[in-house]
């Protein structure tokens, strides 16, 4: 499977310009999953009045795209719903149904925790017999909450994670997919956004020994997944099976 993430220089706040540049980036483009950064369609805001979905805008039009390149598109939005707001990662199948995880880690150093409402639940998606852990930004910082039981091959991760704080990105997606020996693709924004924060080219995909496998064509980040590499990386280190049992009370 290949997976193609758009490293993105949101335009804040500007729904429809990010809907043209994205479609414009995928002319041409062969894949089977393209990913979006988080709140790839407005960038990271908290006024919510101006940006939040309330109307499944960018969910139809996730879903329009899916269908016309028959392929599936997963990427976060801010969503208004019954009153509350979610920081909400879409998984997108080519034939339009879709899956979502609300995030469950709200970043309080920016206030998101008193803006949005926080997810309950992991979000376990299969496609193309690849089964993927829906995470978002501030997740990355929180290992429990991802642990590998056995149920996932690939951790998709997507952010809008400042230059200041990039030691720590690179530090935990690779951590993350040495201790649950899987995949994970990280996928970041690029350039300033309207909080004046800067976001450098940091997007990778790391291997479930902690290599880098991803490639970099321009804006795109290029990963291929091989399942049967996986499992024969997984036989020779059984290290899952020392894992601690616990359960997560949420």
Known sequence: ?????LTMDIIWKEPGANFRKIERELKGIETDLVLLPEMFSTGFCMQVEDIADNKNETLHWMQSLAKARNIAIAG????????????????????????????RHLFSYSGEDKIYSKGKDRMIVEYL??????????????????????DYDVILYVANWPQARINAWHSLLKARAIENLSYVFGLNRIGTDGNNLYYEESSNCFFADGSIVSRKEGSQVIAEIDLQKLKAFREKYGFLNDADDFQILI
């Open 76 to 103: 976060s939005v801010s969503v208004a719903e019954r009153g509350l707001f979610y920081n909400r990662f879409y998984f997108i199948y080519p034939n339009g149904a879709y899956l979502f995880y609300d995030k």
């Open 129 to 150: 017999g690849v089964r993927f852990l829906l995470l978002v930004c501030y997740d990355l910082r929180f290992p429990v909450f991802s642990r590998n039981k056995g």
């Open 1 to 5: 499977m290949r997976i193609t993430g």
